[in-house]
């Protein structure tokens, strides 16, 4: 079983920065792509940023020229570095793998439990 463990949310002023990390636990053989959704109350769960086995990445347009997705794959980690944050960033991010279990024939989906993230204005 593949668990994906979130750090590094928290409080922040606008302007900030902040830096959440999500880590893929368990029998990995591998990570196809990673990346960060974003659930604000009342709201749809969007997709953040998203970054693929060759490194290329994706971010949304609101934070495209804020936020800067990276990973570890030696770590099976996926970073989230958030500068400039504003309040309208204020949500539960969640990260998502889609990784092949070493018991297993095809790629999946994995979440993790979501962090809070709160940008006071």
């Known amino acids: 079983q593949v668990q994906l463990v979130e750090a590094g949310g928290g409080l922040v002023q606008a302007g900030g920065s902040l830096k959440l990390s999500c880590t893929a636990n368990g029998n990995i053989r591998s990570i196809n792509e990673m990346g960060w959704y974003r659930q604000a109350p009342g709201l749809q769960r969007e997709l953040v940023a998203v970054i693929r086995s060759d490194d290329s990445t994706d971010l949304m347009d609101p934070v495209k020229d804020r936020f800067t997705i990276s990973r570890d794959n030696a770590k099976n980690t996926v970073y989230l570095q958030m500068n400039r944050v504003r309040p309208e960033d204020t949500a539960v991010y969640y990260c998502?793998?889609?990784?092949?279990?070493?018991?297993?024939?095809?790629?999946?989906?994995?979440w993790g439990r979501g962090t809070q993230v709160t940008v006071s204005s």
């Open positions: 998502y793998a889609d990784a092949l279990e070493v018991a297993r024939w095809g790629y999946e989906y994995y």
